[in-house]
C-alpha cells in the first residue's frame, strides 16, 4: 500500500504525522475517491508508527466502507474530534506534514489544537508520485489516445465560422464520449487571441487565415492526458507560417533530448535555445512543460530553474510556444513518458502543419 511507503519516508525524514486533505494525494495513497466535501471538515490523519485514522462528515457514511473512519454531523465541532484522533494516535506536538492545497479555513483551525511544526506533503509524496508504474503509464496511454482520436475528428468538422466557446464544448464532448472525462477546460485561441497562451474562448468566429490553438485533455482511471495542435484555416500569413515551422522545431529538439539521467532544465534549453535562435526569444513566454498523472499539472516541471533529474516511468509535457501581440501564436504540446531509458510519446497526432 503507498501509505506504508509514505509512513516510512516519514520516520526517515524525522516527521512524526501528517494531515492530508481529499484531493489526488489522498487518492494515491489509498484509493480513496473522496469528493470535495466543500466547508465540512474532511481529513485523513497519519502517523509515523503506521497508524491512521479519516475523519469525515456523516454524509459519506453509506460511502466509506472498509477504512478506518470517524464520522461528525452537522451541529458538532469537527476540530474536537479531529483533536481526539490527534491524540489517539499520539500526535500531540511535533513535526506534521499538510496537504499543499487544504482548505484555508481548515488550516487556521489546525493551527491551534497543538504546538506543531507544519511542512509541505509534497516535500515527500512528489518523489512517489512522479514516477509512474506500469498501471499508471496504461492508463495515460489510453487518455492519450482518446485525445489523438478527438483531433481526428476535428479535421472533419465544419470550422469556419464557429465561435471558439461553441469549438470548446464540442471538444469537451468529444473527449467525454471517449474516456472518463476532462483533465481541464478545452482552451480554443484564434486569430490574435492565440497570443494568449491561457485565452479564455470567448465569441470570436473562426476565419480564413486564422492559426487555431486547440488545448485539450482526457481523463482515464483518474490519470490525464493533455495535448496542444495549432491548425491553419486556409492560408495563414508568411510571419505564422514561420513560427509554426520554429516551434515544430523546438518541440522535436526537446523531444530528442529526452533521456534517463538528462537534467530536466536540458529539455526546457533545448527547446528554448531553438526559438531564441530563430529570433522569437522574447515571445516564448512560459517553461518548456509540466509533470502529468492524476494531476494536469504536477512534477517534475520542465522549466529553466528545474532541479529534476529524469527517470525512468517520469511523464511530462513538452508545449513550447511563441506568441506575438496583434498577431497569433502558435503552440504542439505532446506527453512523453521515459521508458527503458528513453522518451517515447504518449499522444501521436500530426505534428505537420494541417490546413483546413
Given amino acids: 500500500m503507498r501509505l506504508q511507503k509514505l509512513v516510512s519516508l516519514m520516520k526517515e525524514k524525522g516527521f512524526d504525522g501528517a494531515l492530508i486533505s481529499p484531493g489526488t494525494n489522498l487518492y494515491y495513497l489509498t484509493g480513496l475517491k473522496i469528493h470535495e466535501a466543500g466547508e465540512r471538515l474532511t481529513v485523513l490523519v497519519v502517523s509515523a508508527e503506521g497508524e491512521y485514522r479519516l475523519l469525515a462528515p456523516s454524509l459519506y457514511e453509506n460511502v466509506l466502507r472498509n477504512f478506518p473512519v470517524t464520522f461528525w454531523r452537522d451541529g458538532e465541532n469537527p476540530y474536537d474530534k479531529l483533536a481526539w484522533i490527534l491524540a489517539e494516535l499520539h500526535l ?174 536540458e529539455v526546457d534549453s533545448a527547446a528554448r535555445e531553438t526559438i531564441a535562435k530563430a529570433g522569437y526569444g522574447e515571445y516564448f513566454t512560459h517553461r518548456t512543460g509540466h509533470g502529468l498523472g492524476l494531476d494536469v499539472h504536477e512534477e517534475p516541471y520542465i522549466g529553466p530553474d528545474s532541479k529534476t533529474v529524469l527517470e525512468n516511468g517520469m511523464t511530462f509535457t513538452i508545449e513550447p510556444g511563441i506568441y506575438i501581440p496583434g498577431l497569433g501564436g502558435v503552440r504542439i504540446e505532446d506527453d512523453v513518458v521515459v521508458l527503458s531509458g528513453r522518451g517515447k510519446r504518449l499522444t501521436r497526432a500530426e505534428r505537420e502543419l494541417i490546413r483546413l
Fill in 92 to 265: 500531540s506536538d511535533g513535526r506534521l506534514l499538510i496537504e499543499d492545497t487544504m482548505r484555508a479555513d481548515w488550516l487556521i483551525n489546525v493551527i491551534n489544537l497543538g504546538p506543531f511544526e507544519f511542512y509541505p506533503l509534497s516535500s515527500l509524496v512528489r518523489g512517489l508520485r512522479m514516477r509512474k508504474d506500469k498501471h499508471e503509464i496504461e492508463a495515460m496511454k489510453h487518455a492519450a489516445k482518446a485525445v489523438d482520436r478527438v483531433f481526428e475528428g476535428i479535421l472533419s468538422w465544419d470550422l469556419l465560422g464557429m465561435r471558439e466557446r461553441d469549438l470548446a464544448l464540442k471538444i469537451e464532448l468529444a473527449v467525454r464520449e471517449l474516456s472518463d472525462g476532462i483533465s481541464f477546460e478545452p482552451i480554443v485561441a484564434s486569430g490574435e487571441n492565440a497570443a494568449n497562451p491561457h485565452h479564455e474562448p470567448g465569441k470570436r468566429r473562426l476565419r480564413k487565415g486564422d492559426l487555431v490553438i486547440l488545448d485539450y485533455g482526457a481523463k482515464w482511471k483518474e490519470y490525464c492526458s493533455d495535448i496542444t495542435r495549432t491548425i491553419a484555416l486556409g492560408r495563414p500569413n508568411k510571419k505564422l507560417l514561420e513560427i509554426y515551422e520554429v516551434v515544430k522545431e523546438a518541440q522535436e529538439n526537446a523531444y530528442r533530448v529526452v533521456r534517463e539521467g538528462v537534467p530536466a532544465r
